[in-house]
């Protein structure tokens, strides 16, 4: 495609659902919409999951976190004064400690009394963290399901549980422990697994187990601390690589990861370095682990957390789930959900989701399946093109190679957009194609066509040369469109068509 969008497309790209913050787009930010309970379908999460995620669009993923150590607690009459401090810096997120193996359940009630009520008078959430040791994992268990009913003095409660696995990571200790909580909190409180980074050297770092992690908890909080007593590391290759080797070793692309960054005695340029990896990686959230109170440099640094975090990340990581669970997606081809995603399979991926709910040509019972639209990149740019959802008038592929390398490319956020924007204008052209059209489209170019009168050439189109829009057009900082970026836009869409 040429040029910027029109201004009637643009109009309409406003009126869209899809307007909605992306990582480097330069579109208008909204907060994304909630998703029902019944709207998610989470495919091979556990059940526990897949009944109360969709209720969770709010938690660590909504702004920076900090964490606090049971020894750092502000005294009950200085709590309104710490979280009012708090809240002035961005910090959404608190990590209290609350125990230990060998402390009582709650080791400061009347303090970790105060301190919730002042923080949800700060709309700042609160979550219990406990170091166990799991010599008893029933009985460390306990302790973390104390924390989890534990009532303050306005009668409020905690929101979420954080247990921090480090000493004996045994899988049958660990299932145990982790089972024991989840069966006593319920579904509806989301749980946090504190785990060493995979990058970690210390010897029982190599039993972590990471499948149980993602059976068993909501999110999994690596602990990136780059600054190691075996060496130093860089703290943006050690958080990005931490990210993605999470997603690797919990055999979940789609697991939110909540990244735990170092917060003792670094500065604002490491910490900023790992901000922007979990940028890059596509973290859901992070917070930041301080040595004992943070300083005020890191919490300037804080405050700058949504300049790394789209404000919506946890409904984008949904609208991933929902549409890998229904085949939409598929994980496997995706690999890494921060990976850029190609035209071809941005063209495919819109296509499908279209075809789920019924917005493409209405087709018999006997014609639709309970499975994904079985159709080509090829096939679906041609579809796109027959109903002028993408201008294909211009475009120098006359041959297979041209068009293969052409959907291979990169899909750009601005692109994206107006392909959406194309399909809420031409959507009566949609509406009035044949039933056969769709599988004709989308079955017919796969290499095999032959010549035909309407000016393809061997299947192919064949068009005069045309100037690709270079990258630069796109907003500055911008970057391809990832999967979880293509996610929320063809989520999006079927709003705008329906």
């Known amino acids: 495609m040429s040029g910027?969008?029109?201004?009637?497309?643009?109009?309409?790209?406003?009126?869209?659902?899809?307007?909605?913050?992306?990582?480097?787009?330069?579109?208008?930010?909204?907060?994304?919409?909630?998703?029902?309970?019944?709207?998610?379908?989470?495919?091979?999460?556990?059940?526990?999951?897949?009944?109360?995620?969709?209720?969770?669009?709010?938690?660590?993923?909504?702004?920076?976190?900090l964490w606090v150590n049971m020894w750092n607690y502000p005294l009950v009459e200085?709590?309104?004064?710490?979280?009012?401090?708090?809240?002035?810096?961005?910090?959404?997120?608190?990590?209290?400690?609350?125990?230990?193996?060998?402390?009582?359940?709650?080791?400061?009630?009347a303090r970790l009394s105060a301190l919730i009520d002042a923080a949800h008078r700060y709309k700042i959430r609160v979550i219990c963290w406990g170091y166990h040791e799991l010599a008893n994992p029933a009985v460390d268990a306990g302790k973390m399901i104390a924390a989890a009913k534990f009532t303050s003095e306005r009668g409020d409660h905690i929101d979420a549980v954080a247990p921090n696995l480090e000493k004996n990571l045994d899988a049958k200790a660990v299932e145990a422990y982790l089972k024991d909580i989840r069966d006593a909190v319920g579904p509806s409180m989301p749980i946090m697994a504190v785990v060493y980074s995979p990058l970690n050297r210390a010897p029982q770092v190599a039993k972590t187990p990471w499948k149980l992690l993602a059976k068993y908890c909501d999110i999994i909080a690596p602990m990136a601390y780059w600054n190691s007593k075996w060496q130093k590391y860089s703290?943006?290759?050690?958080?990005?690589?931490?990210?993605?080797?999470?997603?690797?070793?919990?055999?979940?692309?789609?697991?939110?990861?909540?990244?735990?960054?170092?917060?003792?005695?670094?500065?604002?340029?490491?910490?900023?370095?790992?901000?922007?990896?979990?940028?890059?990686?596509?973290?859901?959230?992070?917070?930041?682990?301080?040595?004992?109170?943070?300083?005020?440099?890191?919490?300037?640094?804080?405050?700058?957390?949504?300049?790394?975090?789209?404000?919506?990340?946890?409904?984008?990581?949904?609208?991933?789930?929902?549409?890998?669970?229904?085949?939409?997606?598929?994980?496997?081809?995706?690999?890494?959900?921060?990976?850029?995603?190609?035209?071809?399979?941005?063209?495919?991926?819109?296509?499908?989701?279209?075809?789920?709910?019924?917005?493409?040509?209405?087709?018999?019972?006997?014609?639709?399946?309970?499975?994904?639209?079985?159709?080509?990149?090829?096939?679906?740019?041609?579809l796109l093109s027959r109903v002028k959802a993408v201008d294909s008038k211009g475009l120098d592929l006359a041959s297979e190679e041209a068009l293969s390398e052409y959907l291979r490319r990169p899909m750009w956020p601005r692109e994206a957009l107006e392909v959406v924007a194309r399909l809420v204008e031409v959507q009566g052209n949609i509406k009035r194609l044949p039933p056969n059209t769709i599988e004709h489209y989308a079955r017919a170019y796969r290499g095999t066509a032959t010549a035909r009168k309407d000016g393809e050439v061997n299947g192919w189109l064949g068009q005069p040369a045309f100037a690709e829009r270079p990258a630069s057009s796109n907003a500055p900082g911008s970057r391809p469109l990832s999967y979880l970026d293509a996610a929320q836009i063809a989520l999006d869409t079927v709003s705008g068509l329906k």
Not at 38 to 53: F, I, T, Y
Not at 85 to 97: D, E, S, T, W
């Open 4 to 65: 910027l969008v029109a201004n009637p497309l643009a109009s309409k790209v406003k009126a869209l659902a899809i307007t909605a913050v992306f990582s480097g787009l330069s579109v208008a930010s909204t907060v994304a919409p909630a998703l029902s309970q019944d709207s998610v379908s989470l495919g091979n999460v556990p059940a526990h999951s897949s009944r109360h995620l969709s209720r969770h669009l709010t938690g660590p993923a909504d702004g920076a976190g």
């Open 78 to 109: 200085n709590a309104d004064a710490y979280c009012k401090k708090m809240h002035n810096h961005g910090i959404r997120n608190l990590f209290v400690q609350t125990s230990r193996s060998n402390t009582p359940a709650i080791c400061e009630p």
């Open 235 to 382: 703290a943006y290759e050690y958080t990005w690589s931490t990210v993605k080797m999470v997603r690797q070793l919990s055999g979940k692309p789609d697991v939110e990861v909540h990244v735990i960054g170092d917060g003792m005695g670094t500065k604002a340029d490491s910490i900023n370095d790992f901000m922007r990896a979990c940028k890059a990686a596509e973290a859901t959230s992070a917070s930041l682990y301080p040595n004992h109170q943070p300083t005020d440099e890191q919490l300037v640094c804080l405050s700058k957390y949504f300049e790394y975090f789209p404000v919506n990340s946890r409904y984008r990581l949904f609208a991933l789930r929902e549409l890998a669970a229904s085949g939409v997606i598929e994980p496997l081809a995706m690999g890494d959900p921060s990976a850029s995603i190609t035209r071809g399979d941005f063209y495919v991926l819109i296509l499908r989701q279209l075809d789920r709910h019924n917005v493409l040509a209405k087709r018999s019972p006997l014609e639709r399946t309970s499975m994904p639209l079985d159709v080509t990149k090829v096939g679906a740019y041609k």
